[in-house]
């Protein structure tokens, strides 16, 4: 085997086999790639064309059987499974878990994911048009550019990648997208909803505290006793909103639309940041 020398400071040399510095170069990278939470900085290192992100291991029937399988009152498990691309709409997967399940572009049209477990999985271009995801766990869950309209997701933790989903007319009453302060190893875990549509959703009482909502659309959306403290609303749409008891303390709202506002009385934007720079 190969050896190189590496010169400490007290001029000391130590041998180190080539593989080995290999072997830890892999072992550091592979977690990175790996993770959902990693990858919304690093969409562009991830083959999406590649099998484990484009080919599904089990057919409608089997995800059926499966469901029959595990019996009233046990979930069916999911997890780690190859979903991508299926037509599973219509089925009944409520507390199912999908922790690490790869669901880019499956079907879940109208289907109950009531209480389901999605955490961490890959959900890119998932169609979730009007699913009941009451109370579902979405932590470090990538759904880029999915179909949400008129999905009920009231109660949900959702500490997820939201980019450019399309989530009109949904319900999100209490849903959590709050940052998660008790772990941050990995970057601040938090709901992204960069670009993404929310025109006409009920975020009544949600927790949007720190949630990244940047050139969002929320036109007429429904902010009642929401919290959005120290989110990020640059850019964002928000015309036309019921904001009655929002919270908006700390708030970043640069260059946001912040016009028609529904409840607004001389505290709710008190302590947002950046007002001079908004469009009032």
Known sequence: MRKIKVRMRDDAKLTIPVLSLLRLAVVTCIPALASPAAAQGMMGHVDLSAAEFAVAELTRADVAALIAAAGTGKPADFSGKRLNGLDLSGLDFSRALFRAARLNKTNFQGSKLAGAVLDQAWML????????????????????????????????????????????????????????????????????????????????GANLSRASLEFARLHGAKLNGADLSMAELGGADLAGADVTGARFDGADVNSARLTGFIGETESTLALARNLNDAIR
């Open 125 to 204: 271009s998932a169609n979730l048009t009007g699913a009941d995801l009451k109370g579902a766990s979405m932590f470090q869950t990538q759904l880029g550019s999915a179909l949400m309209d008129d999905a009920d997701l009231s109660g949900a933790r959702i500490a997820a990648d939201l980019s450019r989903a399309s989530l009109k007319r949904a319900l999100l009453r209490g849903a959590d997208f709050s940052a998660d302060m008790r772990n941050q190893s990995m970057g601040l875990m938090r709901g992204v909803l960069r670009s993404a549509d929310l025109t006409g959703a009920d975020l009544t």
